[in-house]
């Protein structure tokens, strides 16, 4: 079982918004920078988000993420066909002394 | 362009070791912190290991502590995973990934393909 919390899946139709939560505690998500992680199977994952709500270039507004407490989203607006993969959630946890990720989240597009 | 690329898996039975190796070009591997992120069948990801630009500074995952080393070689522009005392539950997809951060872990900015490590007897 993760560390950080989140829903083994989500869906959604073209062109709607969707979240994806990640749950945590004091010694990760609300004390250190939050990363998401987009990974379609055989290929090497990508990052979207770095430090709650920083995108990479060439990452498209559509992906957003936000942080409050010990809980982190990441959300997909205009969901498109080629969004489905699983996507994970990533921090650094004080207790552990190490890098910690979600069990990540089969989005599945409609 | 970045880019990583990890050589040096395959078939190995329990207690055996491997080292893996991470070539890395269209960047300066020195400026760069670099991590070792494992997928195992089925499973989510699991973060292994992380050096620092000049090596000072090293994490592992408990579950790896005391059995796997990770190294690097500016000169050479390589990062290297010595694992040993290899478990069946070490099989997995290791990927090499560069950190965003010189001195501690922060997020994985790239990544290479992933190499396979299967542990069989």
């Known amino acids: 079982q993760s560390v950080l919390t989140q829903p083994p899946s989500a869906s959604g139709t073209p062109g709607q918004r969707v979240t994806i939560s990640c749950s945590g505690t004091s010694s990760n998500i609300e004390s250190n920078t939050v990363s998401w992680y987009q990974h379609l199977p055989g290929t090497a994952p990508r990052l979207l988000i770095y430090s709650h709500n920083q995108r990479p270039s060439g990452v498209p507004d559509r992906f957003s993420g936000s942080k409050s407490g010990t809980s982190a989203s990441l959300a997909i607006s205009g969901l498109q066909s080629e969004d489905e993969a699983d996507y994970y959630c990533a921090a650094w946890d004080d207790s552990l002394n190490g890098q910690i990720f979600g069990g990540g989240t089969k989005l599945t597009v409609l | 362009e970045v880019q990583l690329v990890e050589s040096g898996g395959g078939l190995v039975q329990p207690g055996g070791s491997l080292r893996l190796s991470c070539a890395a070009s269209g960047f300066t591997l020195s400026n760069f912190g670099m991590n070792w992120v494992r997928q195992a069948p089925g499973k989510g990801l699991e973060w292994v290991s992380f050096?620092?630009?000049?090596?000072?500074?090293?994490y592992y995952a408990d579950s790896v502590k005391g059995r796997f080393t990770i190294s690097r070689d500016n000169a050479k522009n390589s990062l290297y995973l010595q694992v040993s005392s290899l478990r069946a539950e070490d099989t997995a997809v290791y990927y090499c990934?560069?950190?965003?951060?010189?001195?501690?872990?922060?997020?994985?900015?790239?990544w290479g393909q992933g190499i396979l490590v299967t542990v069989s007897s």
């Open positions: 990934a560069r950190d965003g951060d010189k001195y501690y872990p922060k997020y994985f900015d790239y």
């Open positions: 050096i620092s630009i000049s090596g000072h500074t090293i």
